[in-house]
């Protein structure tokens, strides 16, 4: 099992040293960027409702106004153990942000600080992390227990795409730097990482690792063209609104950061693809020498029909998944066809769908070019 992790092993930690050497000596993180002075967020759980004053929403189920007084004991940071008594009055009927407090409950609670003294307190949140961190643990479980040696290659390759992203695309973002520069860089660097680490130093890693970085490049050209062409703004939710309020402080490049969210959407398919036609024709190749170019070719692009089909499915209802809220308000409304399909909000996600899925489609036989003419290569 060592000699089998060897080879990835000296790949990757070095490029983790590097990445963490980076990250200390060129890249602050949170330079320049707005904090919240004074206030701190830190685990609480509700000890007593004293009084509840709630009026349930008649359209909206599940949706209280009102408020309620209760007794919290904070559980972590400066003020552990200290039990306060506060006014839970966030309660406007709106499910996103409200927060029904209940014995027993945890909960995010925000803390004014003024000159080392506990100034006020408020209910932000309901606590969710640990559900977060239980799926995390169930997702590392099965990832080992299943890949074994792979598994242990993609979960380290998966902590360093995760430190890309993080802490060098987005600050550098912040920073006015192209994110479509950027992206292409990380794309790069991602793929070489992942599949260098899960399938070795061979012909058929490099053959699927340039299928890969050519198939998403070539989503995000057609996005970014597609784009310009119909006038879209990269604003499709209230996150990306946000961002307008701080263009002033901050050089972002907002519809750049639509065409990086196509290309990280759609990489980890594109990944898939290539992959799976580039062992598949060198398996053909293993078994059956003897096939020319053309032939091999074929086998790959035969193959591809097969999984581009449910991989093309998989893009196509990741978007409309995330934007089915969106579609349900449209039927609510009624709103015809020809308004629909022409609202902002509504083309950014098809064109972004058809993007990646043109793409992973085209991934195929770039892929399968690539391999064969590596294999015939000495």
Do not use: W
């Not at 060098?168 to 950027?182: A, E, K, N, T, V």
């Amino acid at each position: 099992m060592l000699n089998q992790m060897r080879k990835p092993l000296l790949f990757i930690l070095p490029v983790i040293i590097l990445i963490i050497i980076f990250l200390i000596f060129f890249i602050d993180a949170n330079k320049d960027r707005e904090k919240n002075e004074g206030i701190n967020y830190v685990r609480a759980k509700i000890v007593k409702v004293i009084d509840s004053r709630l009026k349930e929403e008649e359209d909206i189920p599940d949706a209280y106004v009102g408020s309620q007084k209760v007794k919290v004991r904070i559980l972590n940071g400066k003020f552990k153990g200290l039990e306060l008594i506060i006014t839970n009055s966030r309660l406007h009927g709106d499910l996103v942000y409200d927060v029904i407090a209940e014995e027993g409950m945890e909960v995010v609670l925000a803390i004014d600080e003024k000159e080392g003294k506990l100034h006020s307190a408020l209910i932000d949140n309901y606590v969710r992390d640990r559900v977060i961190y239980f799926l995390i643990f169930l997702f590392i479980l099965a990832l080992i227990g299943v890949g074994r040696v792979k598994g242990i290659m993609a979960f380290l390759s998966l902590i360093t795409t995760g430190f890309l992203i993080v802490y060098f695309m987005m600050p550098l973002i912040f920073r006015g730097y192209s994110p479509i520069l950027l992206i292409i860089i990380i794309v790069s660097v991602i793929t070489c990482i992942t599949l260098l680490s899960i399938g070795g130093f061979n012909k058929k890693s490099s053959a699927a690792i340039i299928g890969t970085v050519i198939g998403v490049i070539i989503a995000g050209v057609i996005s970014l063209i597609s784009g310009r062409l119909a006038h879209l703004t990269g604003i499709t939710g209230e996150a990306s609104e946000q961002l307008i309020y701080i263009m002033g402080d901050f050089p972002i490049n907002i519809k750049g950061i639509m065409f990086a969210g196509i290309i990280i959407s759609s990489l980890g398919a594109v990944m898939d693809v290539a992959m799976s036609i580039a062992a598949t024709i060198f398996e053909i190749h293993n078994q059956v020498p003897g096939l020319s170019r053309t032939e091999l070719i074929k086998s790959g692009i035969n193959v591809g029909k097969d999984i581009v089909g449910t991989m093309a499915n998989t893009l196509i209802l990741a978007f409309t998944g995330g934007s089915l809220s969106m579609m349900l308000l449209l039927m609510a409304y009624n709103v015809p066809y020809f308004r629909a399909i022409n609202l902002n909000s509504v083309s950014t996600e098809i064109i972004q769908g058809l993007a990646g899925s043109i793409g992973l489609i085209l991934t195929v036989p770039i892929t399968s070019v690539v391999a064969v003419f590596l294999i015939k290569q000495k």
